[in-house]
Every structure is written in C-alpha cells, then in structure tokens.
T-cell receptor
C-alpha cells in the first residue's frame, strides 16, 4: 500500500525551540505539500515543492521554512516555535499535478507549543 | 474564487445511499473536481475525482452536471465508517496542483 509517513503523531515543544517535522513518501511523487489544519479555518497551504531543492510559498508561509534534499522527503521547519503554531500539520504528495492524479495525505502530526 | 459550496452537515441512515452535493459555479474547462474525506484525528483520504464524465470507483461515484457547475458524490450504501467530513475541491489548472480546501460537509451516519 502506498504511503505518506509523518515522523511523529504527537509532538510537544517549548516556545523558541527549532522544530523539524519530517515527511516521507514511497510513491516517487514529484510534488509534496505541507498544510496546517485549525478548527474553523480548515486546511491551509504552508509550502509546497514540485522537485528536489525547489520550493514555493503557499498561503501562510510566515514562521516556516522547508527543505527537500531528496525526492522522497519533505521537511517542515519551525525556526522558533511559537504558541500560535500549535496545530495539526499534514503532509501530502502527488504524482505530476495533483489535480490530475489526486493527493495522498499522511496521518498528521499534532504539534503543541507550550 | 477557488472554493466550492457545500452544506455544512448531512445525515444518513446506515445501508442507505447518500448524495453529497457541491456547487462550483466558477469552474473552468481545465479544472478537475476532487473529493476527499477526513475521519477524526486522521489526514484527508482521497475518494474520487473527475473532469467532465461521471466516474466510479470502489469507494464512490461522482456525478458531474453537464454544465460542470455542480457535482454530487454518491456513496451507494452508507456504513458507520463513512461518517466523516467530505471535502469537494476544485483543482485549478496551472496551479501546480494545489488543492484549496473549504469547510466540507460533515456526514453523520445513523445505525
């Protein structure tokens, strides 16, 4: 079964810490995405990448950065975590343009910043 | 506007068909319609997608109106495991395939 795997299901970090959220896919997909999901706000796109070492800002990139050194891995970095970054983070990948083939999502990482 | 319009919530009885509507009146010729569902504390799960013709797969059927301004996701026999939030998404051409999620329809299934 094809998969998108997020390294942690639950994470608790302190304000000011540097946080790494890891995502790995085993489907040889070109495109990878990071979303965050908050009650009442739905899913919002943070960053996406359509190739190794390529990245594009989504709707809410402030406070985040990303890294894609290998095709299968897409990392989301919170340079200095803040309490307003407490959220559910979802990674997704797609073959080609996701509109043609669909997305596969991971199970999510619930991050709490205290 | 890239978002679609869906009812906030719907109810169904177990083992009955469910028709989940979606309006996407600003759709253009190259925009696909996608449906995803999300169970509590899980990531969204792909259900089905289509461009112009009706589509069927093992999970559901997608009926797209002739003018493409609306579509309906059909679950043929609802089960308790189908209770989830269902998102109808207009996947816009030329956007690297980014999906813009709306609020979705929360489907409740009664035994």
């Amino acid at each position: 079964d094809v998969k998108v795997t997020q390294s942690s299901r639950y994470l608790v970090k302190r304000t000011g810490e540097k946080v790494f959220l890891e995502c790995v896919q085993d489907m040889d997909h070109e495109n990878m995405f990071w979303y965050r999901q908050d009650p009442g706000l739905g899913l919002r796109l943070i960053y996406f990448s359509y190739d190794v070492k390529m990245k594009e800002k989504g709707d809410i990139p402030e406070g985040y950065s990303v890294s894609r050194e290998k095709k299968e891995r897409f990392s989301l970095i919170l340079e200095s975590a803040s309490t307003n970054q407490t959220s559910m983070y979802l990674c997704a990948s797609s073959f080609g343009t996701g509109r043609t083939y669909g997305y596969t999502f991971g199970s999510g990482t619930r991050l709490t910043v205290v | 506007d890239a978002k679609t319009t869906q009812p906030n919530s719907m109810e169904s009885n177990e083992e009955e068909p469910v028709h989940l509507p979606c309006n996407h009146s600003t759709i253009s010729g190259t925009d696909y319609i996608h449906w995803y569902r999300q169970l509590p504390s899980q990531g969204p799960e792909y259900v089905i997608h289509g461009l112009t013709s009706n589509v069927n797969n093992r999970m559901a059927s997608l009926a797209i109106a002739e003018d493409r301004k609306s579509s309906t996701l059909i679950l043929h026999r609802a089960t308790l495991r189908d209770a989830a939030v269902y998102y109808c998404i207009k996947a816009v051409g030329g956007s690297q395939g980014n999906l813009i999620f709306g609020k979705g329809t929360k489907l409740s299934v009664k035994p």
